[in-house]
């Protein structure tokens, strides 16, 4: 279990020690983002393997709503996993997946500020649960409102990422720069570096889609 110890070195660069946990993490999630990000279905299975080691890389550093949102992409990889390999008659593309589509605009605004009154909400909670269960939560979450609005719209633009939508892409852009932030406060420089490539990898993948989508029209 030494590999799941954030403290179980790896190696070091430039000063910043690297454990095993989190390089190997880090690894698996930007293979997967850059599989997303190509349309292609082997993203999910990968992104299994990413999810299991950040469960135990956030619970170190007290991230606890990315610590939970891990559980949540552990099904939602399996859902989506299923769900692009299984269209339903007239979704399918050219590969018999999962064809890309666009949203309502109505919806999409709804869904944004629903994540925001989510964002709020969860961080409240958040903010107390080393009050609230003081022998699992020793240390009061940091960042809570932050790391809260990463979970919650993560949550959200996963849903949308399953089912293909070209805007998924646009809230992940806004993600990843807050994480960006928040990783790198927190000391976890190596997650945070992956996160501001993630920026970019989430632009490419928001043109490819739209590519994708048009080429279908």
């Not at 559980?71 to 979704?91: C, D, M, Q, S, Y």
């Amino acid at each position: 279990m030494r590999f799941f110890d954030i403290e179980n070195i790896f190696f070091s660069a430039l000063g910043y020690p690297m454990s095993y946990l989190e390089f190997f993490g880090t690894l698996a999630g930007g293979v997967a983002v850059w599989l997303s990000a190509k349309n292609n279905i082997l993203s999910w299975p990968i992104g299994i393997i990413n999810v299991v080691l950040f469960f135990f890389l956030f619970y170190q550093v007290q991230l606890y709503p990315d610590m939970f949102l891990q559980v949540f992409f552990l099904v939602t990889n399996l859902l989506g996993w299923w769900r692009w390999a299984h269209p339903k008659i007239g979704e399918e593309d050219r590969k018999k997946e999962l064809k890309v589509s666009l949203m309502d605009r109505r919806q999409f605004l709804f869904l944004v500020l629903i994540g925001l009154a989510g964002t709020y909400l969860f961080g409240s909670f958040a903010k107390n649960l080393h009050e609230f269960f003081p022998t699992v939560f020793s240390l009061p979450s940091a960042f809570p409102y932050a790391d809260s609005f990463v979970t919650v719209m993560s949550i959200i633009t996963t849903f949308l990422m399953i089912q293909k939508k070209v805007e998924c892409w646009i809230i992940w852009i806004i993600i990843d720069a807050v994480a960006t932030y928040l990783y790198f406060a927190k000391g976890i420089k190596f997650v945070a570096a992956e996160y501001l490539i993630f920026c970019f990898l989430a632009s490419f993948g928001l043109w490819n889609w739209t590519k994708e989508y048009k080429s279908q029209q």
